[in-house]
């Protein structure tokens, strides 16, 4: 079969590969639709540490169960299920989770092998009737938007902004209507990228500039209830804080790079504004299930957002336009 295999940075090789065999207690399926993300050009950039190549990348996973056919999900993330905090029932923050791609050869496979422990935790869900492939491989990112907005409070007449127009974001603004946001605004630096988005999404304002002052407009001065920051950087992450309203959420929803981790945060405005600073990391397999009964339900709709299908023979080119930001999303069909 082929595989596309991360082996160095800047060296990913569609290549033939054995096909695999379940091992007791795993899953063998049949890949139908590995979308990509901006993790995926991260690491053919820069490699992981969580990464020992040669690897099999891709972690946005639906496809087939050889021998039954049963359509399904897998998610990304695997807590171990096990560890203090799973016990606690915070499985995003497993300090022994691993991830497929990562730890465990992905999507980007003709077939693949669903490890034992992603079952043990419901890591593999049954696609609803009317939702295809491609559209279910978008549960988990929408499942990690899920787990951010769970925590931010997103909710019934926030004014909400999302600084961010990939699909992230675009993801964002979907659920955040879906959770009763009376407005919803999408910062981007890329006029082009965030008019693409815009025209997908339709958020009440498009802003690619001085994002601080035209929040400020547009909400009579007083700032917004929430602050979504889906996009890495630091920049995005100051400018939230200053555009936050009284008792506001700000959503530090997209990590920073490695190498330049800190910001300049006036600590008074989160005193006296009463502001909630949170993180967000990835989703749990209750998310997943939850995004596909969105996605079904046609809650936040996704098929839109998938703007280009390629073969596996093309995964480099998908990668190229997610680090161009000349996509909303690209899914790969092995």
Do not use: W
């Not at 990509?36 to 087939?64: L, Q, S, W």
């Not at 407009?217 to 950087?233: E, Q």
Request: aromatic residues 4%; hydrophobic residues 45%.
């Amino acid at each position: 079969m082929k595989v596309a295999r991360f082996h160095a940075p800047g060296d990913i090789r569609v290549e033939d590969a054995p096909e695999p065999v379940a091992g007791p207690g795993e899953l063998k399926i049949r890949v139908r639709n590995c979308s990509t993300c901006g993790t995926d050009a991260k690491i053919f950039r820069f490699g992981h540490h969580h990464i020992r190549p040669p690897r099999v990348m891709g972690h946005e996973i639906a496809g087939e169960v050889t021998g039954t056919g049963e359509r399904v999900q897998v998610i990304a993330a695997i807590p171990c299920g096990r560890c203090a905090e799973c016990a606690r029932g915070r499985l995003t923050v497993c300090p022994d989770q691993e991830s497929m791609g990562y730890h465990y050869d992905g999507g980007f496979a003709e077939y693949m092998i669903v490890p034992a422990k992603v079952l043990a935790v419901n890591g593999v869900n049954t696609i609803p009737g009317g939702v295809g492939f491609a559209e279910a491989s978008l549960a988990e990112p929408l499942a990690c938007v899920l787990n951010g907005q769970a925590l931010a409070r997103v909710g019934t007449g926030d004014d909400v902004v999302v600084m961010g127009a990939g699909p992230i974001g675009c993801l964002h603004v979907r659920l955040a209507r879906a959770r009763g946001a009376a407005r919803v605004f999408l910062v981007d630096v890329n006029a082009e990228r965030l008019a693409m988005a815009a025209e997908l999404v339709r958020p009440d304002a498009a802003i690619d500039a001085d994002p601080v002052d035209q929040v400020l407009k547009l909400t009579g001065g007083r700032g917004a209830d929430v602050v979504i920051t889906a996009a890495a950087a630091g920049a995005a992450q100051e400018q939230a804080v200053l555009m936050a309203a009284r008792q506001a959420r700000v959503s530090f929803f997209g990590g920073l790079p490695k190498d330049d981790p800190f910001i300049r945060l006036d600590s008074n405005l989160v005193h006296y504004r009463e502001l909630t600073v949170v993180g967000a990391n990835g989703s749990s397999p209750a998310h997943n299930a939850e995004a596909l009964r969105l996605i079904a339900e046609g809650a936040v709709p996704v098929a839109d957002l998938i703007t280009h299908r390629l073969p596996l023979s093309q995964v480099l080119d998908g990668i190229d336009l997610v680090s161009r930001g000349a996509a909303i999303k690209v899914t790969i069909e092995p």
